[in-house]
């Protein structure tokens, strides 16, 4: 499914963050090549966010690192700053801001001109069918609109690596189908890592997932191989979600 | 630059506040024409009762002649530079009610005058002391009755001299420093109010940093290239830009209500302006230990009461000097921003300085925004920028 891994973009190794007496994140490795669409898949508290925050160098790790490109993350790293573009879960707009504007204001945020901003802007708002609201502010966008401009956000400086926190959360049907194909058409030129627990988007998206509770990794395959191996296992073998429910359980989550 | 793009990006979000922006922008304006309109055009006239139980007495050659009217009348002729009265003179009988209206502060201050009044002020002065006093009544604690009693003195005092044909006790003569004139109390308070104005500037510098907090967009600035001197720096260049034209609207409204000024008042505004900066450089380092808009209104009351009460914004108040610095003396009150720009502006308004004049006052703003805004990027870093 989609382009052949290459050489290692992002890799963490026995990463560790403890909240109080909760061990968050516990002692988790994984790699991801570029050109690959990773998923990061877990119930919820499952220790998905704090990961990304982690990768992201929003958070410091108690324990083991992270390399992006080959160099350390440490909180405010100038990789992550140059490379890497973050769509976080809830929707992080400024609603007195038109679209544009914001687009425009991200882009220079990370070393844009203006001029190429607005450019790389007007693009981003087309292909999310947002051209007509461009100078709406974002107050006055619905919930699905609201969502794919903070995707959008995300790619505004045209980032290496994007990672994205359950992207499709909140979307109506024909708006998720446009923010899959999006990513999919996104991962020929760039790393995506995701973070969701709908087995469905993970299935049709993602070339490997990583499925984790608790702060630590359970398995890790692409999804056909999942299936597969979970079914001779007889821990369901019909559809991801099966997997998913064999290892995590049927223990309802906060 | 990052710092213009911050800058033009809270500019458009304070343009689309516009309840927020009319209350920074007009806030002091209003405060003017305000205490304006309370003054009665410019100046307070003071109200003061007269019980004037004068019997007169004949003299010869001019008839019975009434002293108490002729005090009355010394009271009613106090006037301001601009012409307006600065007593109220209300001649009344009623005792009672008289003090009624003081307990309710509806009158400054009561005169009293006696029956033998008249016959008293043509008496030999070594004679006086014999005879029933004039009595003047009213609240210790009413800053008006001070104030009042004081007019009243002067212009009594003036008649009676006249009237016995004395010289005062001794010869004195009142100087007023770099050519200061007595101004109209409107004038006397415009530089207070635009202070305190620029003062509430803290709480609209602190806000939008905290909607960044708020609505989590800090958070997606924080993975971005913006430093904390882009954020600070963006958002100070805003409101100094919106406390700037306050400043501006706040003269041209004391001017049109008939503020006169003895120096420029673009070198007044010059003070103002450095003045907003230094406050809103404070305003950010109180952006630093809030986590939402409440906090704002309740940590950012610390700094606006130090900076209102102890600056001598609001009153004048006592210098604790630390240290001298040549002919200067540096007092603990000096660290704050206000401090500095009441004096100049007192010695530009009042004394008709210059910029060049009041040019310590200013490089001590200067220095202390940047102290503060240096402060603040700091601390912010380490507050708000780290988890």
């Keep these: 499914m989609g382009a052949q891994p290459r050489r290692t973009v992002l890799e963490a190794s026995d990463l560790r963050k403890r909240f109080g007496d909760i061990m968050a994140v516990d002692g988790l490795s994984v790699s991801v090549a570029e050109g690959e669409v990773f998923g990061l898949l877990g119930p919820n508290g499952a220790g998905k966010s704090t990961t990304i925050n982690l990768i992201c160098g929003l958070l410091a790790a108690d324990g083991g690192e992270v390399r992006l490109f080959g160099e350390k993350v440490t909180p405010g790293a100038e990789v992550v700053k140059r490379r890497v573009g973050v769509c976080p879960q809830d929707i992080v707009v400024w609603p007195k801001l038109t679209c544009l504007e914001q687009l425009v204001f991200t882009g220079e945020m990370y070393g844009m001109r203006a001029a190429a901003a607005r450019r790389r802007s007007d693009a981003l708002l087309a292909e999310l069918g947002l051209a007509e609201k461009r100078k709406k502010p974002a107050a006055m966008l619905s919930g699905g609109m609201k969502r794919r401009l903070n995707f959008a956000l995300a790619l505004v400086h045209d980032p290496d690596v994007v990672i994205l926190d359950e992207p499709e959360a909140g979307l109506d049907p024909q708006s998720r189908v446009m923010v899959r194909e999006y990513i999919r058409a996104m991962a020929a030129r760039k790393t995506v890592l995701f973070t969701t627990h709908n087995m469905d988007e993970a299935e049709r998206v993602c070339d490997r997932v990583a499925i984790i509770d608790r702060g630590k990794l359970l398995i890790l395959d692409t999804p056909d191989n999942l299936k597969r191996t979970a079914g001779r296992k007889g821990e369901g073998g019909g559809t991801l979600e099966d997997v998913f429910i064999a290892l995590t359980g049927r223990r309802l989550r906060e | ?190 530089p207070g109010l635009l202070i305190l104005s620029i003062i509430l500037l803290i709480f609209t510098t602190a806000l939008p940093l905290i909607r960044e907090r708020e609505e989590k967009t800090l958070r997606r600035l924080r993975v971005s290239r913006m430093s904390p001197f882009d954020l600070l720096g963006g958002v100070s260049l805003a409101q100094l830009a919106i406390g700037a034209l306050s400043v501006v609207l706040t003269f041209l409204v004391a001017v049109a209500l008939g503020f006169r000024s003895e120096g420029s008042l673009i070198a007044a505004s010059v003070v103002g302006i450095v003045c907003t900066a230094s406050v809103v450089a404070v305003g950010l380092v109180t952006a630093c230990f809030c986590k939402s808009a409440t906090a704002v209104l309740t940590i950012g009351t610390l700094p606006f009461f130090l900076l209102m009460w102890f600056s001598g914004a609001a009153m004048p108040i006592t210098r604790l000097t630390l240290f001298h610095l040549g002919t200067r003396q540096f007092a603990l009150n000096d660290v704050l921003p206000p401090t500095h720009a009441v004096i100049a502006l007192n010695k530009i308004l009042a004394m008709g300085a210059s910029l060049g004049d009041v040019g310590y006052e200013l490089a001590m703003l200067a220095a202390l925004t940047v102290v503060y805004f240096a402060a603040a990027v700091w601390i912010y870093k380490r507050t708000q920028l780290r988890r």
Excluded at chain 2, 30 to 46: H, N, P, R
Excluded at chain 2, 97 to 118: G, I, K, M, T, W
Excluded at chain 2, 125 to 146: K, T, Y
């Design chain 2, 1 to 190: 630059m990052r710092v213009l793009a911050v800058f033009r990006k809270t500019v458009r979000e304070q343009m689309r506040d516009l309840a927020s922006l009319s209350m920074v922008l007009v806030l002091c304006p209003l405060f003017v024409l305000l205490y304006w309109l309370i003054a009665g055009g410019g100046s307070t006239s003071y109200k003061i009762l007269v019980i004037n139980n004068d019997a007169g007495m004949a003299l010869e050659g001019q008839g019975v002649v009434r002293e108490g009217d002729r005090l009355v009348e010394a009271l009613r002729a106090l006037k301001y530079q601009n012409g307006d009265p600065m007593l109220r003179v209300e001649v009344v009988k009623d005792r009672a009610a008289a003090d009624e209206s003081l307990r309710n502060r509806y009158a400054a201050a009561l005169l009293v005058f006696p029956p033998d009044l008249s016959r008293m002020l043509h008496a030999p002065q070594e004679e006086r002391m014999r005879f029933d006093p004039v009595i003047l009544s009213g609240d210790a604690n009413n800053v008006a009755f001070a104030i009042a009693s004081v007019l009243s003195f002067t212009a009594l005092e003036a008649v009676v001299q006249s009237l016995g044909g004395y010289d005062p006790p001794f010869h004195w003569k009142e100087e007023f420093i770099g050519g200061a004139k007595p101004r109209s109390e409107f004038d006397a308070y415009v």
